[in-house]
T-cell receptor, first 114, second 112 residues
């Protein structure tokens, strides 16, 4: 059974720092991995999607990498800002499931202090 | 964001009453999903749909039913609400060839 883990559960950094969020999964048989952002009381916003054949994706200050064989993904945030404060979730789409459901990690709650 | 809206956004209901949550999308996506989000459990799939009148169960489907009579609408029904169904419910749709999922704003349901 696929399991997704995100460590740490919470992270606090000063503004301007570069940071890395981690995501690990137990089964490397995935179609893709998706990173989301969730603000308190809000829905999920898709940040980056990495297909299983890709190694990384970039969007602005965000860079996500995927090492499928080791079951790991990282989300790199450059020059963090207070507006980056949110919960970051990663999710994988397993190969062996009908309908394309996602398996989510529990998230990392990020706080960027001014 | 696939133009996904959910209604109602907040609802308080009593144990034993039926409740229907609505998800509407404007991008003609084939796949739609209902998840619930709970502290300590994260997001879990309740039901999903792969086309009009085509639905299947997720990992936490007991006590829930769904219907999809039109591409744009996906309804989630709690036949007889229980306190364990107090949660935040998210609808999602899967678009394009990349299989990226887009989420709605959520419905906060409280069962008293």
């Amino acid at each position: 059974k696929q399991e997704v883990t995100q460590i740490p559960a919470a992270l606090s950094v000063p503004e301007g720092e570069n940071l890395v969020l981690n995501c690990s999964f137990t089964d490397s048989a995935i179609y893709n991995l998706q990173w989301f952002r969730q603000d308190p009381g809000k829905g999920l916003t898709s940040l980056l999607l990495i297909q299983s054949s890709q190694r990384e994706q970039t969007s602005g200050r965000l860079n996500a990498s995927l090492d499928k064989s080791s079951g790991r993904s990282t989300l790199y945030i450059a020059a963090s800002q207070p507006g980056d404060s949110a919960t970051y979730l990663c999710a994988v789409r397993p190969v062996d499931n009908q309908g394309g459901k996602l398996i989510f990690g529990q998230g990392t709650e990020l706080s960027v202090k001014p | 964001d696939a133009g996904i809206t959910q209604s109602p956004r907040h609802k308080v209901t009593e144990t034993g009453t039926p409740v229907t949550l609505r998800c509407h999308q404007t991008e003609n996506h084939r796949y739609m999903y209902w998840y619930r989000q709970d502290p300590g459990h994260g997001l879990r799939l309740i039901h999903y749909s792969y086309g009009v009148k085509d639905t299947d169960k997720g990992e936490v489907s007991d006590g829930y039913s769904v219907s999809r009579s039109k591409t744009e609408d996906f309804l989630l029904t709690l036949e007889s609400a229980t306190s364990s169904q107090t949660s935040v419910y998210f609808c999602a749709a899967q678009g394009g060839h990349s299989y990226e999922q887009y989420f709605g704003p959520g419905t906060r349901l409280t069962v008293t």
